[in-house]
């Protein structure tokens, strides 16, 4: 199994043997998130989906769930809080 110690939390813990998003975010995931984390995100990712009632076939949702995984898993940027202001609309 391949260990990974994970820019998220700090630990060193399983990682993957393959890439679990495609393109060079998923690279990036692969070197540097566990699969815990990766866990995390995906329940993250789960509320923001249905907080903000996201069409994930949208190309606008898709941008907004990018935008947020790095920030989420990387502390990169600003990521989205449930803000119940802004229920049903991914503007912000």
């Not at 990018?66 to 229920?87: E, V």
């Amino acid at each position: 199994m391949t260990e990974v110690t994970c820019t998220r939390c700090g630990q060193t813990r399983e990682g993957f043997e393959k890439a679990p998003f495609p393109g060079q975010i998923g690279t990036r995931v692969a070197g540097e998130i566990c699969r815990q984390c990766w866990a995390d995100w995906g329940r993250q990712q789960t509320m923001l989906i249905n907080h903000y009632g996201l069409d994930v076939m949208d190309p606008q949702a898709r941008s907004f769930l990018t935008r947020n995984m790095s920030s989420f898993l990387f502390k990169t940027g600003d990521g989205a809080d449930i803000d119940t202001s802004k229920q049903g609309t991914i503007s912000h």
